[in-house]
């Protein structure tokens, strides 16, 4: 092969038409001369070359992407840029440490800039003005030494070690906040108290960067004594006090030199969360939590040395005294702040981030107008019916009883969801727990309308695999077991007075309020279907175990939270979260109050379903003789429930019309120890029931207040209200005879309901409504609130 077919021959492969030399072959000549390769041996090293070579360029295509990002992403350079950050990052904090500089002293500006809040009805009348200024500073020296240590124990154990800053906690807190995550936990007691006297509670980059710098200076030029001084006389203790002598008065009735370190550990338990750890107040969840946050206090005095075991072991926790009267919220007043502030201070941590102690320090006292929901003249019917219908029959000296017996009741209106009314106890001074908010006493059988919202939802069956509608027969047999899949799974609750029903309807079990009957439908839709639906109805089932006791009522509820259910029921399935806030305004922000009216949680078909059978209650069942027989009744539509009590310490009626719902509950508190008691022979009553008292004071303020025209617009072919088990009068609606295929009208020989009602009041059903005794094995769930402080973790938000 010549010079010539040798180049064309790689010009064809692919490589470049240069002359190559082949291994093992001597150099070409001086001269110029190559040695020429004749015969197969050079045929094959050229296709071998043509193979690398198109190898070679294939790598090379691939690589060549590679190859650009490393040369971009070098060592050198990622460690130049890292560096090249890192000096700008320091010169930047140079920049902000020289630009920033402590703010002058202004503990009176902070005093001036205090203004009372002023709240209004919903007609913009004035409800109340609420918020002097409760502030006196106090030497750290008249500090006894034990009670300075529980607010360091409490807040920052490495307060004397550190340099006035958590640097991983703030960085934490700028990370979250440039993320939208809200507040976090971990600031210094230095800082906390830059925050409190020098600054705002705003979560922005710029705030969190200006409290970094002035606590580094602050701890330079302060020393930990004036400092720690500082914190405990600006800090918010709940009552209105500002400052540990506030503190002292407003719940020890003693000057901050004579507080005890049991007395010191309590107060600076509160600071996580003044609101829901105040003693008087708190819900039974509340007590638990600041009752675990005082011995994590104490406990961590002895880790560091501040407090002797021994001490430490004889130490027991000091209940604080009752709260002093406070001008502007007598009567139902303070009640009704009370839930306002709690609904503002609750919008506020949701919408900028911050813990709830920030939240209430950015209410109480900040100058702002909070518009309620709260209608003048209906507020003022429900005070005057609850008056009229039990507190006005109630004589603690001539029946014990009679003084442990505490009422509270709401009223919503559920297209808006409006808070219209509440009723939180006697007087606010006399009674400082909102009866209208509590949540540690049983719901009862009020709660029975959601097991059967639960069941038309998931469209269950009986255990014989039959629908379950208003007309489903059940056993109503006291003491029946319950069953599973052919087993008993151990509980058979008794009905009230240990009636047998029999074979009846769903539609007469509600009427009845059968125990055995519900306790069973809970187990064939599931328990934990059950639950779901409660909770998605506005019940808070947090913690809650999904067992068939629940079937009862048993958790706690509140009867703001049972006239949210209702309201969502009679609002045809579309959540309502009751609010008491129609606006709330301040010069320095603004904010968006949420939309009370929510998703659809359940069907309109299974809702209305719910309210049709309610109707029977009324019209035909345990709510006869004062709601349907009530002479103030003047054509209402009316559906509702009642409900007793384990051993008759509460009872209920919660009910609405096609425009309102009321939820009315009393409950059994001992009038010195507020522990949950019986409320037997109270107003002269054998036992006090959900028909009784309850319905009482909802007809009463209800039929005055209330569109006499309302009709239900259902969207449902079962229940009372389209079946009525009733026998109407044939002049009225002729047309709403009972079929006569109807199981409804199928009840006992003996049961005198099947007749026609009459304007006699006395022709009562029998005992108002079922108590939900529960056997001794089944405790009664302990209540859950919104809380989710962690009490052994300082600055905790929430």
């Not at 001992?670 to 007809?699: C, L, S």
Request: aromatic share 6%.
């Amino acid at each position: 092969m010549g010079r010539a077919e040798d180049r064309r021959a790689r010009q064809q492969s692919g490589r470049r038409a240069a002359p190559r030399r082949t291994s093992g072959m001597p150099s070409a000549p001086v001269g110029g001369e190559s040695a020429t390769v004749v015969g197969p041996p050079a045929a094959q090293g050229g296709r071998a070359a043509a193979r690398r070579a198109a190898k070679s360029a294939g790598k090379g295509a691939k690589g060549g992407g590679k190859g650009r990002i490393r040369r971009l992403f070098t060592w050198k350079k990622i460690l130049g840029t890292f560096l090249g950050a890192c000096l700008l990052g320091i010169g930047a904090f140079i920049a902000l440490y020289l630009a920033v500089d402590i703010p002058k002293d202004n503990a009176a500006a902070q005093a001036a800039q205090r203004q009372s809040n002023v709240y209004k009805y919903s007609d913009g009348s004035t409800l109340a003005r609420d918020g002097e200024v409760n502030r006196e500073i106090v030497d750290l020296a008249k500090v006894p030494k034990k009670v300075q240590r529980a607010f360091v124990a409490a807040e920052n154990k490495s307060f004397y070690k550190d340099n006035g800053i958590d640097l991983k906690g703030t960085a934490r807190g700028l990370l979250n906040t440039v993320m939208g995550k809200g507040a976090q936990g971990g600031s210094t007691i230095t800082q906390q108290y830059v925050k409190n006297y020098y600054l705002s509670q705003e979560q922005t980059v710029s705030r969190k960067l200006k409290e970094m710098v002035i606590s580094l200076k602050v701890d330079r030029q302060l020393s930990k004594d004036e400092i720690l001084a500082g914190y405990i006389n600006t800090s918010y203790y709940g009552r209105g006090a500002y400052g540990i002598q506030a503190a002292a008065q407003a719940y020890y009735r003693v000057d901050a030199d004579k507080l005890t370190p049991e007395q010191g550990a309590y107060l600076a338990a509160l600071l996580q969360a003044p609101s829901q750890y105040d003693w008087s107040a708190a819900s039974e969840t509340g007590k638990k939590l600041v009752t675990a946050r005082w011995n994590y206090v104490l406990d961590n005095m002895v880790e560091e040395g501040w407090l002797e075991q021994s001490e430490r072991q004889g130490m027991t926790f000091e209940e604080p005294k009752e709260p002093k009267p406070t001008a502007g919220r007598e009567g139902q007043k303070g009640y009704l702040i009370e839930l306002a502030n709690q609904q503002l201070v609750n919008q506020l941590m949701k919408q900028e981030g911050i813990t709830r102690s920030q939240a209430e320090a950015e209410v109480v006292d900040q100058g702002w107008t909070i518009t309620l929901n709260i209608d003048k003249k209906k507020q003022t019917e429900l005070e005057k019916a609850a008056k009229a219908q039990l507190t006005s029959k109630l004589d603690a000296k001539k029946r014990k009883v009679d003084g442990n017996v505490q009422a509270g009741a709401v009223s919503v209106d559920p297209k808006t969801g409006k808070v219209v009314a509440l009723y939180g106890g006697v007087d606010y001074f006399k009674h400082y727990t909102s009866n209208a908010t509590r949540t540690d006493y049983q719901p009862a059988s009020t709660f029975k309308p959601v097991i059967l919202a639960a069941a038309l939802e998931e469209s269950a069956e009986t255990q014989d695999g039959n629908p379950i509608t208003a007309n489903t027969i059940y056993d109503g047999t006291s003491k029946r077991p319950v069953e599973e899949n052919g087993s008993k799974v151990g509980f058979a609750p008794e009905n009230e007075d240990d009636q047998d029903y029999g074979d009846v309807t769903v539609q007469t079990a509600m009427n009845k309020s059968v125990n055995s009957v519900f306790a069973q439908m809970g187990v064939d839709v599931g328990m934990k279907n059950v639950m779901d639906v409660a909770g998605k109805l506005g019940m808070d089932t947090t913690n809650e175990q999904a067992v068939p006791a629940q079937t009862l009522g048993t958790m706690g509820a509140s009867p703001l939270q049972m006239a949210g259910v209702y309201a969502t029921l009679d609002n045809h399935g579309k959540k309502v979260t009751p609010s008491i806030l129609k606006s709330a305004e301040h010069n320095s922000r603004a904010v968006e109050l949420p939309d009370p009216i929510g998703e659809q949680v359940i069907s309109p078909q299974a809702a209305d379903t719910v309210t049709s059978v309610l109707t029977g209650v009324v019209d035909d069942g345990t709510a006869r003789a004062s709601v349907a027989n009530n002479p103030k009744r003047d054509g209402q539509k009316v559906a509702g429930k009642t409900g007793t009590s384990d051993d008759n310490k509460s009872a209920w009626f919660t009910g609405y019309t096609p425009d309102l719902v009321t939820s009315v509950g009393l409950f059994g508190e001992d009038a010195k120890t507020h522990a949950q008691t019986k409320m037997y022979g109270a107003g002269g009553e054998d036992r006090v029931n959900g028909g009784g008292f309850p319905a009482k004071i909802w007809a009463a303020y209800m039929f005055g207040v209330t569109d006499t025209d309302a009709k239900f617009d259902l969207d449902t072919d079962q229940g009372a209200a389209v079946q009525p088990t009733w026998t109407p009068t044939p002049t009225e609606e002729p047309t709403t005879e009972e079929p006569t295929d109807d199981p409804t009208t199928e009840e006992p020989t003996d049961d005198p309901t099947t007749q026609e009602p009459t304007d006699d009041p006395t022709t009562e059903e029998p005992t108002d409504t079922p108590t939900t005794d529960e056997p001794t094995d089944e405790p009664t769930d302990e209540p859950t609130d919104d809380i989710t402080l962690d009490p052994v973790r300082p600055n905790n938000d929430e």
